[in-house]
T-cell receptor, first 114, second 110 residues
């Protein structure tokens, strides 16, 4: 059974804190993604990675960075958390070399920044 | 303009009804198309891919109209368990980047 796991389901942090969200997949997928999901806005891509140590900005990268040191692990970092980063964060992975490639999502991390 | 637009609903239908959702996409270079389903407080999961010739999976039928740049999902004989949010997803041909609609909420009532 394919699996994407995220380090926390719920997280509460204070403004200015550094926040790490971890994602691990066991499907040997090349591609990994971080999205945030907000009511009425849908899923918006923050960053994605198509290989180890490779990363590309998505549509809303400001205030975020990522790290991919191993194929199975993709980390999202909020350098200095702000209240407007309160959201649901979803990690996903997919095969790289197919046009119709399914994305598999983790269960999500609901982050609240106070 | 958003890459992918959907009617947010909610669509409230009785069990057994047929319901259809549409989704429009803005970039004519889009190459692959999907419907995902998201249950309340859960992650999205692939419902079906949408191919140029249209495709069917049991009670679900998906259609693609490239000329008008829209995708449709038809659900026949609705079940209570079909209640969810349906997300339209488009890939522009860069295999690594997907664009999501904000979802259409379906409530199937007894």
């Amino acid at each position: 059974d394919v699996k994407v796991t995220q380090s926390s389901r719920y997280l509460v942090k204070r403004t200015g804190e550094k926040v790490f969200l971890e994602c691990v997949q066991d499907m040997d997928h090349e591609n990994m993604f971080w999205y945030r999901q907000d009511p009425g806005l849908g899923l918006r891509l923050i960053y994605f990675s198509y290989d180890v140590k490779m990363k590309e900005k998505g549509d809303i990268p400001e205030g975020y960075s990522v790290s991919r040191e191993k194929k199975e692990r993709f980390s999202l970092i909020l350098e200095s958390a702000s209240t407007n980063q309160t959201s649901m964060y979803l990690c996903a992975s997919s095969d790289r070399d197919r046009v119709y490639n399914e994305q598999f999502f983790g269960p999500g991390t609901r982050l609240t920044v106070l | 303009r958003k890459e992918v637009e959907q009617d947010p609903g909610p669509f409230n239908v009785p069990e057994g009804a047929t319901v259809a959702f549409n989704c429009t996409y803005s970039n004519s270079a889009s190459q692959s198309f999907f419907w995902y389903r998201q249950d309340c407080r859960k992650e999205p999961k692939l419902l079906m891919s949408v191919y140029s010739s249209g495709n069917e999976d049991g009670r679900f039928t998906a259609q693609l109209n490239r000329a008008s740049q829209y995708i449709s999902l038809l659900i026949r004989d609705s079940k209570l368990s079909d209640s969810a949010t349906y997300l339209c997803v488009v890939n522009r041909g860069n295999f690594n980047k997907f664009y999501f609609g904000s979802g259409t909420k379906l409530n199937v009532k007894p």
